[in-house]
Nanobody
Framework: QVQLVESGGGLVQAGESLSLSCVASVRIASITVMGWYRQTPGKQRDLVAE???????IYADSVKGRFIISVDNARNTLYLQMNSLKPEDTAVYYCNARARNYNIWGQGTQVTVSS
């Protein structure tokens, strides 16, 4: 049902900022929970941040104080503002949307942070 299109990844130096976008094919308000996950080769896909109407933003300890998850309901878009990037943040970042009857992933966007 829901389709997610991600963009914004790239190569940056440590300390710089980057913003990721995820455009949904339905109203953001109709999705129970949206989030960002990241994965490196050979490792599990891990939660970076989630957002919902009831709870607001929830962040992994490793990104608290540096990353901000937000939504623009008018544009049906989820964002991840990444500040003070570190080499450890290098990964493929995936947008996720889930509700009672689906769990959908975007195609992923590569973020590489050089030291």
């Amino acid at each position: 049902q829901v389709q997610l299109v991600e963009s914004g990844g790239g190569l940056v130096q440590a300390g710089e900022s980057l913003s990721l976008s995820c455009v949904a094919s339905v109203r953001i308000a109709s999705i129970t929970v949206m989030g960002w996950y990241r994965q490196t080769p050979g490792k599990q896909r891990d939660l970076v941040a989630e957002i919902s109407n009831d709870v607001g933003g929830i962040y992994a300890d490793s990104v608290k104080g540096r990353f901000i998850i937000s939504v623009d309901n008018a544009r049906n878009t989820l964002y991840l503002q990444m500040n003070s990037l570190k080499p450890e943040d290098t990964a493929v970042y995936y947008c996720n949307a889930r509700a009672r009857n689906y769990n959908i992933w975007g195609q992923g966007t590569q973020v590489t942070v050089s030291s």
